[in-house]
């Protein structure tokens, strides 16, 4: 199997000598292995500083040109319009400011996140549509350009999201972990799949911008709301379960054939187990959005319904 760059005899691994290293590869320990192992990791992480810092560095610029530039009368709007679904509640100057801080930060990270989600999605439709077939240890210019993309936008996401919350912190360095070890590089295949899921953004932040504004009805609204739901399900549903499960019988299949060496193993299972996490997250996400559509419909046909027949709409005795 072959180790490197698509359509090349191999790619440069380490700083040392990395042909002598990957002809070695087969009579080496499992810890001497694990050494190699690093010492690839080591080297891209060196080699790739400039592009996953630049991006990092451009999610980061953008982060903070957004919190200098976002309209304060925006903020305020949308600030009335939350306080507007909770009339029991008043907000005190402290609380006022909390909640500005609050918006801007939901707006902040739908914007970073949208413009990070067109960028990966599109070359990632466009890799897997027209790029050629990857073996688990191959990659292309454009996979490496999308690891390294991915690897800022978690840069980006550790630095400005560690507050929000556990969940969102261990979201952020799982997925750093995932796609730096990528970089050796690991699995850029199946970083296409992955990379694509992300064509659903920025029709969610969408959605969520429209709720805010108060634009919850109309044609845009629906498009938006279908149109998450129709792309949920052809990129992280129909399509990235079954790639998930190519994926997973070659992956084994690799292993019990030596492909996959013994000190390999263990991030192949590593990435085994976060695929497995991501298609149940995926498929139980798109349970509750089925489950809303039918309570949505059941609702409204018992509105026509009531409207429609007035016996059903006069009150009980």
């Known amino acids: 199997m072959k180790r490197g760059v698509a359509g090349t005899e191999h790619a440069t691994l380490t700083l040392v000598n990395p042909c002598t290293l990957i002809k070695m590869a087969p009579s080496l320990s499992f810890f001497q292995g694990i050494e190699l192992v690093m010492a690839k990791l ?30 304060l009368s925006w903020l305020d709007a949308l600030c009335r319009h939350e306080m507007g679904k909770k009339h029991d509640i008043k907000l005190t100057d402290s609380g006022r400011e909390v909640m500005r801080k609050q918006k801007k930060i939901q707006a902040r990270t739908s914007i970073v996140a949208t413009v990070m989600a067109i960028h990966v999605s599109v070359l990632s439709l466009y890799g897997l549509l027209f790029g050629p077939t990857l073996d688990f240890f191959s990659e292309t210019p ?85 149109g998450f739901v129709a792309v949920f399900f052809l990129t992280r549903i129909a399509h990235g379960l079954y790639a998930c499960v190519v994926w997973w019988l070659k992956v084994e299949a690799a292993i ?16 085994q187990s976060m695929c497995l996490l991501l298609s149940g997250l995926n498929c139980y996400w798109f349970f509750l959005m089925a489950r809303a559509i039918i309570v949505v419909k059941e609702n409204k ?17």
């Open 42 to 71: 080591y080297y891209h992480l060196r080699m790739d500083f400039k592009s996953y810092g630049g991006y990092a560095f451009f999610y980061i610029v953008l982060s903070l040109a957004i919190d200098a530039t976002f309209p």
């Open 142 to 226: 454009l996979t490496r350009h999308l690891v390294n993309v991915a690897v800022g936008f978690f840069v980006w996401d550790v630095l400005f999201c560690w507050n929000q919350g556990i969940v969102f912190l261990a979201h952020g360095l799982a997925c750093l972990a995932v796609f730096l070890m990528a970089l050796s590089p690991y699995f850029h295949g199946m970083a296409l799949v992955t990379l694509l899921f992300e064509a659903s953004t920025p029709f969610l932040h969408a959605r969520k911008a429209l709720i805010d504004c108060d634009l919850a009805k109309g044609r845009l609204f629906v498009f938006t709301e279908y």
């Open 256 to 271: 019990a054939t030596g492909d996959i060496r013994e000190w390999e193993t263990p991030i192949a299972r590593m990435y």
């Open 301 to 317: 046909s018992k509105k026509f319904q009531t409207e429609k027949n007035p016996i059903l709409s006069q009150p009980k005795k």
